[in-house]
């Protein structure tokens, strides 16, 4: 649990600029990432999770909405997160 803490406080710490900004689009954008990679990492051991899918989808279409805010209205800081999260290739 401890490990699990540290991750997201650098993460805020990372995209947020601080540890107190963490309702900014791209800490949210960031620790969705980490929530999603961590699932997809769980259904690799279960795959008739399927009540934690529908939670992994809800969880990617929450990134979705946030990145294209983010599209929206910074496009230079959309491409910087697209790339330093290893999005798309």
Do not use: E
Not at 6 to 18: A, M, N, P
């Amino acid at each position: 649990m401890l490990k699990n803490t540290l991750v997201i406080k650098d993460l805020i710490l990372k995209y947020g600029k601080s540890y107190s900004n963490s309702g900014n689009s791209s800490v949210q954008i960031a620790l969705l990432t980490w929530k999603i990679n961590y699932l997809q990492k769980h259904f690799i051991l279960h795959r008739n999770d399927h009540c934690g899918r529908k939670g992994l989808l809800k969880l990617v279409s929450r990134r979705r909405k946030l990145l294209d805010y983010i599209k929206s209205h910074q496009h230079r800081h959309y491409l910087f997160l697209i790339k330093d999260l290893s999005l798309r290739y």
